[in-house]
């Protein structure tokens, strides 16, 4: 029996994954490399004259490459940087080199390039690159015709442009042997026709290939395995975790660094079945022993009713009956602190409340429990779950995104100003507006110490802001959330809409959300929404809280004239004192271009935010050299500091700076002397304004292709204040200056 999965048909758009009910995917993963692919670079660089102009991949960012950890490894439960930091992993697959096109999809629609920019934009870290034997040796690929880069390269060639690409993005990549050939699935790591020698060389050769580049951080060495597969039984031809031990030191005789992923089989030992790749109860007791320590992540895959029948789908007690069997079948392993988890698969439609039931409850207990994951997929060809982008392979599926948030986003109101020791200012709002907005309950995943929520709210009238707020009993603390700032009050949750959700046309509504932590959800909560008035034409900010910590101290480099840091800032101060921030004050760039006040044992310095430190915990601050010896002992190496953020500071009137490689196909826009963080770029098209969205190296993106000519920016900063700037030219590489300013200079 196929353990509770239904087979697909093997076609582009359907993969199987399935066991004891799974569909297995067809991932096409968009691996590209730098050092190693200098030669495959060399071959076809991309042409000016593409069908469709679209940023080059040298335009992802200056600071995009530095984002990525390096190589990582395993300490117990969790994945860690080789400084011991714990790091989860945030994949998406990008299927098709395992297909009979032999290259990724979709590139004859869109570019490595800007697929690769997307994917780092939605907030994902990582991309899984499947692949099948068959295609490591095709001589050609299809379907490349949007990139004239890839024209007349081998699959191999392409599989290092995929990585070239993905490091200039600022991403990882996790190879996945898929399958063997690219007809279908298949049950062991190997078949006739590709024995297990060959599955064995060909990761040997893969090792070997990329082993001087950290972009490519793992292997996935065999899809799915279901059926016939057995766990620690000890019989040659079918025990795979004895297949994954030879597999893997295969491997890591060729690259040490690697991270080894394992999947599950299909079934447990009491025969109880599940999806293909996703029993893993006997990893427990009987693990994969490999030649290198601290290597190996099991990799379960999870899917909705909607690509099978579970039978705990159908339970009187579910969704609250999901964490439950996770636990059972691979979530244990983390917890107990036995080896990490990545769950290498889910994906959905999102059309049913099944469906919408599963990934809300798994999404909280991935956040919850800091597992990584790797979500199915980017392609909207995938014929079960789709994509998370549309059949045009640009416009968003903004619902699953926003579900998506909390462990895309983990910390999207994290930053100076805004709770840097963990705690945030209980929310001020303005004048109520009653009746002016409404808000509905979409409950997510509920368990003993904390739960997910959606809120959909909706305007009657225009508003510049508004409030939610619920008894929620329970409840402690808010672990993150995403359109919305939160608080916890003598048991009221009380939120405030922040960033892209706080302004709302009539009619309009918009899906936020939240994971809170303390205790189980409310049953169906009375809502209080309330709308803001508008804010004054020069808002007094509210007190910003005062961070306790300490300070190290690193430089970008002489001269203040250089592009360098996240922020991707085209020079750093004149007088250089600047400051990189723990990736939650980070906050995705969101801190890009803000002032702290930093005091030290030898006094006060004012730095502007210009860089991440990826290293850093909340309360860390990696100053410039020149600031740190304004404040403390240089020798010393570290000193203890608090520091403030700085409201309306004194900069100069704003300037714009349009991104190198920028055209009317795909541009990018940095706000340069805002002063505050900035919550908002629109851009005026066709009578309307257009959001743009924020990276996390410091530039907005436009969704869609511009007109030509001058254009009209308005931009607005987190009081609400706004500049509209006019007469921009789409001039690349060139600060732009204006005379606007969001506050008088005092």
């Known amino acids: 029996m196929r353990n509770k999965i239904v087979d697909k048909v093997n076609s582009a758009s359907n993969h199987v994954h399935y066991s004891s009910g799974m569909t297995s995917r067809q991932g096409l993963a968009s691996i590209v490399l730098g050092l190693i692919v200098s030669m495959a670079l060399a071959i076809g660089a991309t042409s000016a004259a593409s069908a469709r102009p679209v940023a080059p991949a040298a335009s992802a960012g200056p600071g995009a490459a530095s984002s990525p950890p390096g190589w990582l490894h395993t300490s117990g439960g969790k994945i860690v940087t080789s400084s011991g930091t714990p790091y989860t992993i945030r994949g998406i697959a990008w299927f098709g080199m395992e297909t009979s096109s032999c290259a990724p999809h979709g590139l004859d629609t869109i570019t490595l390039a800007s697929g690769m920019q997307h994917i780092k934009q939605m907030g994902f870290t990582t991309v899984r690159l499947p692949y099948s034997n068959q295609c490591l040796a095709a001589s050609s690929v299809t379907g490349v015709s949007a990139d004239p880069s890839l024209a007349g390269l081998t699959a191999l060639q392409v599989m290092d442009h995929v990585v070239a690409s993905a490091k200039t993005a600022g991403l990882n990549v996790i190879l996945d042997q898929h399958r063997p050939d690219s007809g279908g699935q298949s049950e062991l790591w190997y078949t006739s026709q590709y024995p297990e020698s060959r599955w064995i060389s060909d990761w040997k050769m893969l090792a070997k290939r990329y082993a001087a580049e950290p972009t490519v951080i793992g292997v996935d060495l065999h899809n799915e395995p279901h059926g016939a597969a057995t766990w620690g039984t000890g019989a040659a031809t079918t025990d795979w975790r004895a297949a994954a031990e030879r597999g893997g030191n295969a491997v890591l005789a060729e690259n040490p660094n690697l991270l080894v992923l394992v999947e599950g089989i299909d079934h447990e030992a009491d025969g109880s079945g599940t999806w293909w790749g996703g029993a893993l109860g006997l990893a427990g007791n009987a693990p994969v022993r490999l030649s290198v320590a601290n290597r190996v992540v099991y990799s379960p895959h999870d899917y909705p009713s909607t690509i099978y029948g579970q039978s705990w789908f159908s339970a009187s007690n579910y969704p609250a009956n999901l964490p439950g069997i996770w636990d059972a079948h691979w979530g244990y392993l983390a917890k107990k602190d036995i080896a990490p988890v990545l769950v290498g698969e889910f994906g959905t439609k999102l059309e049913t409340t099944s469906d919408k039931q599963w990934l809300n409850t798994l999404v909280g207990y991935l956040s919850s429990t800091g597992i990584s994951s790797s979500f199915w997929a980017f392609n909207p060809d995938s014929g079960d779950t789709g994509g998370i982008v549309k059949s045009d392979w640009v416009t968003p599926e903004q619902t699953k995104l926003d579900t998506l948030a909390p462990i895309l986003h983990p910390s999207p109101g994290a930053g100076p100003g805004s709770g840097g020791s963990g705690s945030q200012p209980a929310p001020q709002p303005g004048p109520a507006k009653p009746g002016t907005v409404s808000a509905k309950w979409q409950p997510g995943g509920s368990w003993a ?157 004012r730095v502007q935010v210009v860089d991440q430190c990826h290293e850093c915990e909340i309360g860390h601050l990696d100053l410039s050299e020149e600031a740190f010896r304004a404040i403390g002992d240089f020798d010393a190496g570290i000193i203890p500091i608090s520091y403030v953020t700085v409201q309306d500071p004194a900069v100069p009137a704003v300037a714009i700076r349009v991104k190198e490689g920028s055209s009317r196909w795909w541009a990018g826009l940095q706000i340069l002397n805002a002063g ?22 410091g530039y907005w993106v436009t969704p869609s292709p511009i007109q030509d000519g001058p254009m009209t920016v308005k931009v607005t900063d987190q009081f609400g204040r706004t500049v509209v ?16 300013r969001f506050y008088p200079v005092r």
């Open 449 to 605: 110490s904390g739960y997910v929520a959606n809120i959909d709210v909706t305007a009657t009238a225009a508003v510049t802001g508004w409030t939610v707020s619920w008894a929620s009993p329970g409840t402690t603390s808010i672990a993150t959330s995403w359109g919305m700032r939160c608080s916890v009050a003598s048991g009221t949750v009380t939120c405030i809409g922040t960033d892209w959700a706080s302004k709302l046309a009539a009619g309009q509504t918009v899906h936020v959300g939240l994971q809170a932590s303390g205790g189980p959800a409310p049953s169906s909560p009375r809502l209080t929404a309330t709308a803001a008035a508008a804010p004054p034409a020069h808002p007094t900010p509210p007190a910003r809280p005062t961070t306790h910590g300490r300070a190290t101290h690193y430089s970008l480099g002489q001269g203040n004239t250089i592009a360098n840091g996240n922020c991707s800032m085209p020079a750093v101060p004149a007088d250089r004192m600047y400051v990189a921030l723990s990736s939650p004050e980070y906050s995705g760039a969101a801190a890009c271009g803000t002032f702290l006040d930093v005091t030290g044992p030898k006094g006060t310095v």
């Open 725 to 740: 700037l006019p007469g921009l030219r789409m001039a690349p590489g060139e600060n732009q200056p204006t005379s606007s």
């Open 676 to 697: 505050n963080r900035i919550d908002r770029v629109e851009i005026q098209a066709g009578g309307q304004w257009v959001r743009l969205s924020r990276t996390d190296y």
